[in-house]
Structures are given as structure tokens and as C-alpha cells.
């Protein structure tokens, strides 16, 4: 344990210990130091590993917090992020995204797949008659 009074000797946790440091350093420098070390980090990070590595990781991570949360957990935030987005973005927003979202799609699945599905919905609408 460490010594945080020595007046009085009174002992502190590391963790205690921890936070004290870590309060004196927030307080010595400031948000750009923090960026600029984190930016420095992430670059060295990411010329060490590979996106792959960076794939895996975010995968495991994934099915983490997947094990960890029900469907209605996935279901607030998602809406808490669908509420928010609606409210910072405008029209133009969702017109890009929509196209981008589009394009990838064609570039990916080609004509043959809007075919599939436009005969599928076409089948749906008609069963729904």
C-alpha cells in the first residue's frame, strides 16, 4: 500500500494511489497533449499489427458483448443512436448514405440480386392482395 499522509501515516489502496496520479497528470496537461499521445500510440499500434489482427480482435470483442447483452439492450441503444442521428443530420445526410449504401450493394451482389428480390417482393405484395 502506498503512503498518502505522512503526517498521519494513513495508508491508501494502489487503486487510490492510482487515481490520485492519475489526477495529478489530467491536471498538468492538457486535451491536446492527451490527443496528440493517443493519435502517436494509435499510429504505432497500427503499423505493428495487421488490419486483420485489428478484424479478429474487434470480432472477439464483438461476441463479448454479444454474450454479455439481451436483444433488448441492442434494441435501446440502437435506438437511442437512430434518435440522436435524426436529430444532428439533415435530408441531405440520409440521401448520401442511402446512395453509398446502394452503390455498395450493386457493386457487390449485381443485377442478378435486385432481380431475385424484386421478384420475391412482387410475389409478397401480390399474396398480400
Known amino acids: ?26 491536471n498538468k496537461y492538457n486535451q491536446k497533449h492527451f490527443e496528440e499521445i493517443g493519435q502517436k500510440g494509435g499510429e504505432k499500434t497500427s503499423e505493428k499489427y495487421s488490419q486483420e489482427h485489428f478484424e479478429d480482435i474487434g470480432q472477439k470483442g464483438g461476441k463479448t458483448t454479444s454474450n454479455k447483452y439481451n436483444q433488448d439492450h441492442f434494441e435501446e441503444i440502437g435506438k437511442k443512436g437512430g434518435e440522436s442521428t435524426s436529430q444532428n443530420k439533415d435530408k441531405d445526410f ?21 432481380e431475385d428480390i424484386g421478384k420475391k417482393g412482387g410475389r409478397n405484395s401480390n399474396s398480400n392482395r
Open 1 to 26: 500500500m502506498a503512503n498518502n499522509n505522512k503526517n498521519n501515516n494513513q495508508k491508501i489502496s494502489y487503486e487510490q494511489a492510482g487515481q490520485k496520479g492519475g489526477e495529478k497528470v489530467s
Open 94 to 114: 440520409y440521401q448520401e448514405i442511402g446512395k453509398k449504401g446502394g452503390e455498395t450493394t450493386s457493386e457487390k451482389h449485381g443485377e442478378e440480386f435486385y
